[in-house]
């Protein structure tokens, strides 16, 4: 019993050649997702605008997601930087 519980600490402490391969491909998922937060920050600055301190909601939902809630905006205006900085 000993033995077996020694040879299965041994086998997931060490560094397998598959363990290896996983190790490579982070820093590329790492540098993807710096990558995109950047272009989702030059997004935001490329839609923001002054939309100003009138108040007349608006109501907006995706017919085509049947999962999506119904979602308020303060003006048309807020709802299209909202629009613009996910791409939509």
């Not at 989702?40 to 490329?46: E, I, N, R, V």
Request: hydrophobic residues 35%; aromatic residues 4%.
């Amino acid at each position: 019993l000993v033995a077996v519980c020694i040879f299965a600490h041994c086998q997931s402490a060490n560094a397998w050649p598959s363990d290896m391969d996983k190790a490579k491909d982070k820093p590329k998922d790492v540098a993807t997702t710096i990558k995109d937060a950047k272009a989702q920050k030059d997004a935001k600055k490329k839609c923001a605008k002054d939309c100003g301190t009138a108040y007349d909601p608006i109501c907006a939902h995706d017919p085509a997601n049947p999962n999506m809630k119904p979602r308020t905006f303060g003006t048309q205006c807020a709802m299209d930087v909202v629009n613009c900085e996910m791409g939509t």
